[in-house]
C-alpha cells in the first residue's frame, strides 16, 4: 500500500501519500551493554509491527513486558564490543 501510494502522488492528496507511515510507522531504541567494559552502544531501529507473544499471555501489559523484558546475548548471537573487542 505504502508503495502504491508513493507511486501515485501526483494523484493523491498530500495527506494520504504518507498515511500507511503515520499510521503504521514507530520507533524502537535500545542499547546493548558490554558485559566486560560497561560500554554502551544505544541503536534504533523503525517498525510497522512488533512481533508481542500471545499464546499464554493474559494480558496486553504483559505481552509487552515480555516484549521488552532484557535479554542476554549468548553463543553465535553475543555481543562484540567496538571498545574492547571482546565477546
Not at 14 to 43: I, M, R, W
Not at 67 to 73: H, R
Amino acid at each position: 500500500i505504502e508503495n502504491e501510494l508513493s507511486t501515485h502522488k501526483h494523484s493523491i492528496p498530500v495527506a494520504l501519500q504518507t498515511l500507511v507511515k503515520d499510521t503504521f510507522v514507530g520507533e524502537l531504541a535500545y542499547c546493548t551493554t558490554c558485559k566486560e567494559c560497561h560500554q554502551k552502544s544505544p541503536n534504533r531501529t523503525v517498525f510497522y509491527d512488533l512481533d508481542l507473544k500471545v499464546k499464554n499471555v493474559s494480558t496486553l501489559e504483559a505481552s509487552l513486558h515480555d516484549f521488552f523484558k532484557e535479554d542476554e546475548l549468548v553463543g553465535e548471537n553475543k555481543y562484540e564490543c567496538g571498545k574492547c573487542e571482546k565477546k
